[in-house]
């Protein structure tokens, strides 16, 4: 009795912390529209991207436990007049698009699918202000098959109790950009929804019904171009991010490109990780990014550190050849 109290205790905690906690990137750079949904249309193709990430790396080999996150995204352009910003006048554009993500943690996983649409407005020659929103739904599962309480395997009638749960979600943005510089704040999860994670419960055995509330996220980032020759150029850029009742966070990052062909960087988090990453592209069509987290916390005894993966395929909107991509 002893250890199903326990692990239903930890299973509880589990369920909780995931309701708290956004995805979580370390490539965000390569796509910023997943942190922040007035980014979309600021291309001038549609841009797919696919990305895999699995954290903790043989934290414990006995379970199928550690993080494990996978997403697809798109969004394009509608009615863009032209992306150079070097002296032909801009008119004001639209966005949209939408994702679908799958974030896992050992037996609970949350399904998140979500559209948005942005609302892009020059205000200078060389300075486009754009506003977007998600709007979508998260759904909150367990798998009763990888939870087992007692030595043959059984599942603790109590465990069977939970259930799963769909809430909506709604997240905005801002974002700014020019040649050589970029800007953006966004905040997610501001319906600050509670999720019921279990079905009725005899009160004898809890006094409430268990329920999580999701934070608010807010992320803000800028970053930019700094050109070393005519085919390098490097871009520094940072993210600051807070959520309620948690300490701020910050990302440091630095990004060396080689034309729109190649790029190698690095990324700090602090008091979490040092990132290295690489990534090039093919004919302007294919992206392909790896990242590698080494972790600077307690947990690097145990876990031979983070990967992720991400994959791209821009896809011409009114040309016959995609242009570059945004420099960052």
């Known amino acids: 009795m002893k250890k199903i109290i326990i692990s239903l205790i930890a299973a509880s905690c589990s369920l909780l912390s995931i309701a708290q906690q956004q995805e979580h990137y370390s490539m965000y750079m390569q796509n910023n529209y997943l942190v922040n949904p007035a980014e979309g249309g600021t291309e001038d193709f549609i841009d797919l991207k696919m990305g895999y990430r699995t954290q903790w790396t043989n934290f414990d080999p006995r379970f199928n436990s550690t993080p494990r996150t996978l997403y697809l995204s798109g969004h394009a352009p509608i009615g863009k007049h032209d992306n150079k910003l070097d002296g032909v006048d801009q008119i004001a554009f639209h966005g949209v698009g939408g994702s679908l993500t799958n974030d896992n943690i050992g037996p609970f996983n949350v399904l998140a699918v979500k559209g948005s649409y942005a609302y892009h407005l020059p205000v200078s020659k060389s300075l486009i202000i754009s506003l977007g929103a998600f709007a979508g739904m998260k759904q909150y599962s367990v798998s009763q098959e990888e939870l087992l309480f007692d030595s043959q395997g059984g599942v603790d009638p109590f465990a069977a109790s939970f259930k799963n749960t769909i809430v909506p979600d709604v997240s905005v943005g801002i974002w700014g950009y020019a040649k050589k510089y970029y800007f953006g704040i966004s905040s997610f999860q501001l319906l600050g929804n509670k999720v019921d994670f279990y079905k009725n419960i005899e ?126």
């Open 203 to 328: 009160k004898a055995t809890t006094n409430a019904t268990p329920k999580g509330a999701l934070s608010r996220h807010h992320w803000l980032t800028a970053g930019y171009k700094v050109d070393l020759t005519e085919h390098f150029f490097l871009v520094p850029s940072f993210v600051v991010k807070y959520v309620q009742n948690a300490p701020v966070t910050f990302d440091f990052n630095a990004k060396l490109r080689y034309d729109d062909k190649y790029w190698a960087g690095f990324s700090y988090r602090r008091e979490d990780a040092i990132v290295a990453m690489a990534g090039l592209t093919l004919k302007k069509v294919l992206d392909l990014g790896y990242a590698y987290d080494i972790t600077s916390t307690d947990i690097k005894t145990y876990s031979s550190g983070t990967h992720e993966i991400i994959v791209g395929l821009r896809i011409p909107n009114h040309q016959h050849h995609p242009p570059p991509a945004q420099f960052w």
